[in-house]
């Protein structure tokens, strides 16, 4: 099959999934195909205008640029009830083309008990598992506190398997799986070498109990944007023999968060939510730009009443990472507001941001950013 037919299918697919009509929560047009098969596509887009302190090209200007951060097209299946199927795609670094991210598949051995197998986020915080199309105000968390997405695999995913399920009504989740690790623990600028001395696979798991509504789903949302009445507290943690590495040294990597979240509805004319993450990174001395303690922590507030098309939702984050090294101290908060069209499908943002790494810089940036999920 050559490439001219091959993108001239996958168009029509495209073309042809978008026109029906979405029957989930989540963008995407589905094909029912009876017998509970079936196949879901859609794609999504982040793109934002940013302007940055002393970012121009003569050092001393602010910077303007427009840049497209996230395009992805998104495909699940449904073979029979028990078994299920994702794959999903991220435009390369470059912009050039694209690259899996999620390649799984999901089979229910019971209602309590799901194996997921092949390439997925690894159990971590609730930050992680958001990413950045469901989080608070829009984007990552710049990797600040929630290193995962920043040095775990290839956006954060990893190959391997997990036993992911739910019990008391769905209350107490858990996931549990042991995963490759050959990048989990790599310092995105810096190509570190071929691993020395020995290895091991990278073990996850995250356990969380959801005291008032229960929170469907494996991939976590970072906000409810008003539509639940959430208190929740999970623990996550992993480990690797061998995970640290570098040229000339070879060690464990392990780490632990414990994240909270509540969202409470008819709190005055809107919906309240606050959350908060403790994080604890430990490379065995490898890293000590890698190794220390974080935090981060937000609260939003989106009012129940629409204007124009949607509704707003003030909100503020907050950052911190103290290294080992204390050069690599950062700090960073956001100050801002997200206009709410469709949920998570349909948003734009605008922050102000400050950060701050110890004794080199603090810098402000303007940002406004806008994402659709088709």
Request: hydrophobic residues 35%; negative net charge.
């Amino acid at each position: 099959m050559n490439f001219k037919l091959k993108k001239c299918l996958l168009l029509s697919a495209l073309a042809t999934a978008t026109a029906l009509p979405a029957l989930t929560a989540n963008a995407g047009g589905t094909i029912d195909f009876g017998d509970n098969k079936s196949i879901t596509v859609g794609f999504g887009m982040r793109g934002s205008f940013d302007s940055k302190e002393n970012g121009a090209p003569n050092g001393s200007g602010w910077s303007q640029d427009f840049s497209l951060d996230s395009a992805r097209l998104f495909f699940s299946a449904s073979l029979n009830e028990n078994i299920k199927g994702m794959f999903n795609t991220e435009k390369d670094i470059a912009g050039e083309g694209f690259q899996p991210i999620d390649a799984n598949v999901q089979i229910t051995l019971i209602p309590e008990l799901t194996i997921w197998a092949g390439r997925f986020l690894s159990p971590s915080d609730r930050a992680n598992l958001a990413g950045p199309y469901y989080s608070l105000g829009g984007g990552y968390w710049s990797g600040i506190a929630s290193r995962y997405g920043y040095n775990g695999g290839i956006i954060g995913r990893d190959d391997g398997v997990a036993a992911v399920g739910a019990l008391l009504d769905g209350k107490l989740s858990y996931s549990v799986g042991a995963f490759d690790g050959k990048n989990e623990f790599k310092i995105a600028p810096v190509t570190v070498g071929p691993r020395t001395g020995s290895s091991g696979l990278m073990y996850a798991g995250r356990l969380q109990y959801d005291f008032w509504d229960a929170e469907p789903g494996y991939y976590g949302t970072g906000n409810y944007l008003g539509g639940k009445d959430i208190l929740a507290i999970g623990i996550a943690g992993r480990y690797q023999k061998g995970g640290s590495f570098s040229l000339t040294k070879t060690d464990d990597y392990s780490s632990y968060s414990v994240d909270f979240l509540m969202e409470k509805k008819d709190v005055g004319p809107g919906a309240v939510s606050v959350e908060a993450a403790y994080y604890d990174y430990d490379t065995n001395d490898v890293f000590l730009s890698e190794q220390g303690k974080a935090w981060s922590a937000g609260a939003g507030y989106i009012f129940s009443d629409k204007i124009g098309w949607g509704q707003f939702q003030p909100f503020v984050r907050y950052q911190k990472f103290d290294s080992d090294a204390a050069v690599s101290n950062e700090r960073k908060y956001d100050l801002g507001v997200a206009y709410i069209i469709d949920g998570y499908n349909a948003q734009i943002s605008g922050f102000y941001s400050n950060d701050k790494l110890e004794g080199l810089s603090s810098t402000d940036e303007i940002k406004v950013s806008m994402q659709f999920q088709f």
